[in-house]
T-cell receptor, first 113, second 115 residues
Framework: AQSVTQLGSHVSVSEGALVLLRCNYS??????LFWYVQYPNQGLQLLLK??????LVKGINGFEAEFKKSETSFHLTKPSAHMSDAAEYFC???????????FGKGNQVVVIP | ETGVTQSPTHLIKTRGQQVTLRCSSQ?????VSWYQQALGQGPQFIFQ???????GRGNFPPRFSGLQFPNYSSELNVNALELDDSALYLC??????????????FGPGTRLTVL
């Protein structure tokens, strides 16, 4: 079975500073990996995904993530945090063909002015 | 805008009651999944429906059941509600365009509170 680990439930970052959210996965076969963002009282919005094409993936709102098989990681970054980035971020993994997502516990991002 | 809608937005029930949550998606979305998101947690996979048949279930008891209809709408039914069933319930459909059929798009969710 596949699983995802996200460390540090709350992440504080200064406006304009680098955003780095870590995600490590466990999967017996090559996975598909996703990052979703959730704003208060809303559903999940897809930020970006890795599905065995380019290992550096660019998403919406200036976010990107790099798939590193040797480290079983898929960390999310954004060079410069904006106040509107305050939200909860979830990393998720699925196996090819089954389309069932296993989520991490999430990172609550707080942006400090 | 994902084209996935859910109703109702909020719901309050008492322990032991039954509840039905609904999800609608655009034409062509023949795979729907349901997730439960408890407060402060990531979503947990409940089950998935494909062409009106259950196509996989997570670690949830049989009192969680579902239906999918020919018009691509779906229901999640929960019997004998327990306090721990209080959560945000999300439905998701797969993209239908060529490079998107591996991606799940989520509705806004239904917030269920069990008292």
């Amino acid at each position: 079975a596949q699983s995802v680990t996200q460390l540090g439930s709350h992440v504080s970052v200064s406006e304009g500073a680098l955003v780095l959210l870590r995600c490590n996965y466990s999967s017996s076969v090559p996975p598909y990996l996703f990052w979703y963002v959730q704003y208060p009282n809303q559903g999940l919005q897809l930020l970006l995904k890795y599905t065995s094409a380019a290992t550096l993936v660019k998403g919406i709102n200036g976010f990107e993530a790099e798939f590193k098989k040797s480290e079983t990681s898929f960390h999310l970054t954004k060079p410069s945090a904006h106040m509107s980035d305050a939200a909860e971020y979830f990393c998720a993994v699925s196996l090819y063909g089954n389309n069932r997502l296993a989520f991490g516990k999430g990172n609550q991002v707080v942006v400090i002015p | 805008e994902t084209g996935v809608t859910q109703s109702p937005t909020h719901l309050i029930k008492t322990r032991g009651q039954q509840v039905t949550l609904r999800c609608s998606s655009q034409s062509g979305h023949n795979t729907v999944s349901w997730y439960q998101q408890a407060l402060g947690q990531g979503p947990q996979f409940i089950f998935q429906y494909y062409r009106e048949e259950e196509n996989g279930r997570g670690n949830f008891p049989p009192r969680f059941s579902g239906l999918q209809f020919p018009n691509y709408s779906s229901e999640l039914n929960v019997n004998a509600l327990e306090l721990d069933d209080s959560a945000l319930y999300l439905c998701a459909t797969l993209g239908t365009s060529g490079g998107d059929t591996d991606t799940q798009y989520f509705g806004p969710g239904t917030r269920l509170t069990v008292l």
